[in-house]
């Protein structure tokens, strides 16, 4: 988090851009910024110096919401670490809740299939260790995907909404950039993440009870791994690479667009919500360039302390 006391940019298209300024040379000298670095891409915090996109935009400036993260000038060890560290505590509350769920859709109703009773079942043929079967793919897979995901998602929002300043589009859509940041980390990720899951789900559904293909109507148990290590070789011998992948396509057009629905929904609303929190609260009480009328009818926007920002996140 910055505390450099800067007040944070506005909501507005080109706010730097002086009243006579027309909106052509506004589009003009905002596209330069295509073909320019993006040195500091989203604030940081509510109170991060307002950023440009290439050093300069003629006077224009990304219009974001206070408290959106400025990847370039984020601690990437302790982002990374630190979610780590997180992801794998919040990851061991809930993965009992993955495997039970994933077993559930295995079994064909041969068994009472129920969660609790399939839990019971677990616990009493494998103990509390058997709900936690694949739990170290998963934790040692994501790691490296959660740093391709939210590096790509970041760096592709930069870029989409130098974009959308190039083109000169109302503030409120900007959230087409977060909407594309949120696709191509998705597919990006998925190239990772399919695998792990593979490897882990039928780490999780081992000992499950399904029909024989001989159509005797008798059950088998699916055999399951020593280890992910294991999983992964056996996979590979019999299966090949393609092994690995099952399942992909299906995965790429079930959570691209619901990553890109996700962002685009999150972004939209946060810049709704800053839109109708009160100007003496940090808000915004313009969601466009602003005149000479509304800047002397309306007080100067405050920095939002750092409650406000939570609430409007949580919101």
Wanted: some cysteine; overall charge positive.
């Amino acid at each position: 988090m910055s505390s450099s006391g800067t007040p944070p940019t506005r909501f507005a298209a080109s706010p730097g851009v002086a009243p006579s300024a027309s909106r052509a040379s506004r589009a003009e000298s905002a596209s330069r910024a295509l073909h320019a670095p993006s040195r500091s891409a989203f604030a940081a915090s509510a109170t991060e110096a307002p950023s440009t996109s290439g050093g300069s935009l003629g006077g224009g400036s990304h219009p974001r919401p206070p408290g959106d993260v400025d990847f370039d000038n984020l601690d990437k060890t302790k982002f990374f670490l630190g979610g780590a560290a997180l992801f794998s505590g919040v990851t061991t509350c809930l993965y009992p809740l993955t495997v039970i769920k994933t077993r559930q859709m295995v079994g064909d109703g041969l068994k009472k299939n129920g969660a609790f009773a399939v839990a019971k079942e677990v616990i009493k043929t494998k103990g509390v260790a058997g709900l936690y079967r694949g739990f170290g793919t998963v934790v040692v897979g994501t790691v490296p995907i959660r740093a391709v995901y939210l590096s790509v998602l970041e760096i592709t929002k930069a870029r989409a909404r130098d974009a959308c300043v190039a083109l000169d589009l109302p503030p409120m859509a900007h959230g087409l950039a977060d909407a594309a940041g949120g696709a191509v980390a998705s597919s990006f990720s998925q190239v990772l993440g399919v695998p792990v899951d593979v490897l882990s789900q039928r780490q999780m559904v081992q000992g499950v009870s399904v029909r024989a293909r001989d159509g005797t109507g008798g059950t088998k148990e699916l055999i399951g791994y020593r280890n992910g290590a294991h999983a992964l070789k056996e996979t590979l011998r019999k299966e090949g690479v393609r092994g690995l992948y099952r399942g992909f396509g299906a995965s790429v057009m079930t959570l691209v667009p619901s990553s890109a629905l996700w962002w685009g929904a999150y972004g939209t609303y946060q810049r709704a919500i800053w839109a109708a929190v009160p100007s003496r609260m940090g808000g915004e009480y313009a969601t466009s360039g602003e005149s000479e009328k509304s800047e002397k009818s309306h007080p100067p926007r405050r920095v939002p302390a750092e409650s406000t920002v939570i609430g409007v996140q949580i919101l």
